[in-house]
């Protein structure tokens, strides 16, 4: 299983799509856990309300969401199981595309930017992390 989830091509082609998207959510998620960058922090956010009313406790969902980003970035970043990292993001990028669709597409609060990151965040639990990556590092070592 360990093998199938770090598994990745010989390849140059995910890795600016992947280093640019541990930079965004990087940021991101450092905004929302950590307050960086003119942020809320943790204890700001997580007393934001869920997008939906099924999310309770809500600050447990916020949470979730913060760390989804920080985490998933800094592993899109190593590409170091560069899959798991992109399904923590593409999970936050959906219930933002579906809490977002009453708005519609464009603007500030349309949906436009997030499909564009969960389209790339797919792009990279589907190829992997590349050649210059600590999967392909792994990956490579086992092979016989």
Excluded: N
């Excluded at 999970?91 to 436009?112: L, Y």
């Excluded at 790339?120 to 392909?136: E, Y």
């Amino acid at each position: 299983m360990f093998r199938k989830i770090i598994s990745t091509p010989a390849s140059w082609v995910p890795v600016p799509l992947r280093l640019a998207l541990a930079v965004v959510f990087i940021a991101h998620g450092a905004q929302k856990v950590l307050g960086s960058f003119s942020g809320p922090g943790l204890a700001k956010f997580s007393s934001l309300p869920a997008p939906f009313p099924f999310m309770r406790p809500a600050w447990l969902w916020m949470g979730a969401a913060a760390f989804a980003e920080l985490l998933g970035g800094a592993l899109l970043l190593l590409g170091f199981l560069t899959r798991v990292g992109a399904f923590l993001i593409l999970c936050v990028m959906a219930t933002v595309i579906a809490s977002a669709w009453p708005e519609g597409f464009f603007g500030p609060k349309g949906f436009e930017y997030p499909v564009a990151l969960l389209a790339m965040t797919l792009a990279l639990l589907i190829s992997g992390g590349g050649i210059a990556s600590v999967d392909h590092s792994l990956s490579s070592g086992r092979r016989r």
